[in-house]
């Protein structure tokens, strides 16, 4: 599309926003930090799926909230970053459809990049549902930085449906695409991947292997940077 609109005779070089390479899956005290909220105490061996990044609209979370009815009995939402109070409002009030899921939606905040993913990294399943509502949120499978952290920290996930998305995710056997404006679609997703442990696992291991081969940052700008330093290269001569 960019190609044809600008008059580019070949098509332009596209490169993943991945994060950088991460050897190790770091520590995580996330289960520690739930056991500070008093009304998520007694449930912190329940399985734990989490959202990591800007909790606003066209992320699904609304309907993820929702959708909580098909989960595992004592599951919990976990969000990881900078929300509104009329977004934390909405997603306690989607997930209280369903008795007692708006006391097992726990809002941790924002923080500095490597602890947000240390954080994360503790979790059973993340969430990455983009709503293709916009032309840009439509054709952004390669812009989500979520599904490539969660992919570097050996989650499994559930994410949307739409252009590419299945390519980079199911294809590696990585996590399943729904559609994002579909609670029972989110729902019946994520409860059955916390009811299979051995497909959790297997995810896992290729989500690692597929960051470390191919989803990072080194590995996809590795290109742009060889561009970058021939043209100073040529500059200078």
């Known amino acids: 599309m960019y190609q044809e609109s600008i008059g580019l005779k070949e098509r332009p070089l596209t490169v993943m926003n991945c994060p950088r ?7 995580s005290r996330l289960r520690q930090r739930l056991a500070t909220h008093s009304q998520l105490s007694t449930l912190n061996s329940q399985p734990l799926v989490c959202y990591l990044g800007s909790i606003g609209a066209d992320h699904g979370l609304v309907e993820a909230a929702a959708s ?13 970053g900078p929300a ?18 708006a006391e097992r939606v726990a809002f941790l905040g924002a923080f500095p990049h490597s602890e947000a993913l240390a954080l994360a990294a503790g979790a059973d399943l993340g969430i990455s549902l983009i709503q293709p509502n916009t032309q840009n949120w439509l054709y952004s499978a390669g812009a989500i930085n979520k599904r490539f952290e969660y992919m570097a920290l050996g989650l499994p996930q559930v994410s949307n449906e739409g252009p590419g998305v299945a390519d980079i995710l199911e294809r590696s056997g990585c996590g399943v695409c729904v559609d994002p404006n ?10 059955q991947l916390l009811e299979d442990l051995p ?16 989803f990072n940052y080194e590995f996809q700008f590795a290109e742009v940077a060889a561009w970058i330093r021939a043209q100073c290269m040529e500059e200078g001569r």
């Open 84 to 101: 509104s109070d009329a977004m934390k409002n909405g997603i306690r009030q989607a997930a209280a459809a369903t008795p007692g899921a």
């Open 182 to 191: 579909q609670p029972q679609a989110i729902g019946q997703a994520v409860g």
């Open 199 to 214: 497909r959790r696992r297997a995810f896992s291991t290729n989500a690692r292997a597929c960051h470390l081969q191919t």
């Open 21 to 27: 390479r991460l050897q190790q899956v770091p520590n």
């Open 68 to 80: 909580m009815k098909h989960w595992r009995a004592g599951a919990i939402l976990v969000l990881i």
